[in-house]
């Protein structure tokens, strides 16, 4: 079997400590490694474990390898735990034959009397989506074990998840996001003399949806345009990278949204050459960028505060909106409108009962920003304010329609059109467009010196 060398886990150990169920290690049986798992080839190392990026230290890919015909299923160790986690919700997986001995996750399981050049192999079952830290932990001077972390696919396959093999005795330990299934410790000696470790697998089902993201390599990316993810912090060890890809030298923007105001996370980005923290609820614009320019973000456990994963915040990136045009309020309906000389001030926007709007957003370089939130608001006498909010587009263009209820009118006016008089009962109201994360005085409609455009709400009009 291929060995890769990845850097030392021992946040693993601490977890393995810190956890009342994983202190008392259960002895184990040898259970040799079949030949069909020798066979598996664990993946390169792909991920640079010295890049200033990294905050933790996880190697994670999978590599799919050929058939295998299943041996006859091994007996599981005597007076064991129950194969499944008592944390996880059991689900129904294809069901296989497993090649070796099974055991339960979230317990340390106790070997010995291994022999140098020895394989040995034991299988685990995940019933619901985690992330799974597997680990092999205390070994002497003499021992010297590489872990591969394996999946046994529906269809009889079997997948590396990853190999860790450190210097020495050193302790091993994989990260992997696992969905149901089964899987295997495999343990090769690389030196031994006999002398017991420990093993096993935490198993965490409280990852969210952009999991496995806990390295710079394995970072979630944003797609082009503007948009936010959520996440959460599912342990106090998880670390959640994000990053953006900056190709014409666009201004972006940052923001990290917290409900709760509790503190829970701290987040950062990455100037080039340090990380440097930035507040939740507040929105942080870089501009002079270079050509292309790839905009790194992580957001991890505040370790005052208590860990909650059921709390998830709200990472937003992407191409800054810095101006706006194409703006526009107006209806296709038949009405007969008031002119300019008719009323004061001016209604510009005259409409019955549906009102269309749209807004283009662009980037510092003139581009269309798909994806910003952006938000139509109006009012009349009789209206409260309204908020109608839409998603750019890829060409840039938010847009909607909102429907007016009939009214009375608050006023009236005489006025004439093609040649008829006509008097019109309507009421008065004001419409402007703010942009998410954006200067309200450049971009949309509205500002410090106009603050909205006036709407005529048309309820009844009698040919005179």
Sequence with gaps: ???????????????????????????????????????????????????QLEKSYYNFEGVPVRSVNSPEHQPRVGNSPATV??????????????????????????LDSTETGGSYCYHFEITQRAKT????????????????????EADGTLTS?????QPGNADEGLLALTEPGDYYWSMDANASDGSAFQFGAIVNTNADTNELNDTVGLSTAFPAGQSSLEGNMDSAQDIDYFHYEATDGQDLMLRLDDEYGQGEWSAEYFTGTAW???????????????????????????????????????????????????????????????????????????????????LR????????????????RYATDNIPTQTDTAISGATGIASGTVNLPDCSGKYGVTHTSGGNTWFTKFD?????????????????????????????????????
């Design 85 to 110: 986690s008592k944390t996880q919700a059991k689900v129904t997986t294809n069901a296989i034959t497993p090649l070796c001995t099974t055991l339960s996750t979230d317990t340390t399981y106790t």
């Design 428 to 464: 008065e109201g004001a419409w402007d467009i703010k942009v998410d994360g954006t200067n309200p005085d450049e971009v949309g409609v509205g500002g410090q010196h106009y603050p909205n455009v006036a709407i005529g709400h048309i309820c009844k009009q009698t040919l005179q």
């Design 276 to 358: 440097v923290t930035f507040a939740a609820n507040q929105t942080y614009t870089f501009s002079g960028l270079p050509t292309p320019f790839t905009l790194h973000v992580r957001v991890s456990p505040n370790p005052s505060v208590a860990v909650n994963p059921d709390h998830f915040f709200a990472l937003t990136a992407g191409s800054q909106v810095t101006s706006s045009d194409m703006s526009d309020a107006d209806t296709t309906e038949n009405i007969v409108r008031i002119g300019s000389s008719d009323w004061s001030p001016f209604l510009v926007t005259q409409v019955h009962n549906e009102m269309n709007w749209q």
């Design 161 to 165: 998840l990853g190999t860790s093999d």
């Design 133 to 152: 830290q597997v680990f092999l932990i205390g070994q002497n001077a003499n021992t010297d074990f590489a872990l591969t972390l394996v999946r046994h």
């Design 1 to 51: 079997m291929q060995k890769n060398r990845t850097i030392s886990f021992a946040w693993v150990v601490a977890c393995a400590i810190a956890s009342p169920s994983l202190m008392a290690a259960t002895p184990v049986p040898l259970s040799p490694a079949p030949e069909a798992l020798s066979k598996v080839e664990a993946p390169a190392n792909t991920i640079d474990k010295a890049t």
């Design 361 to 376: 957003v662009l980037d510092s370089n003139g581009n269309p920003v798909q994806g910003a939130v952006v938000n139509f």
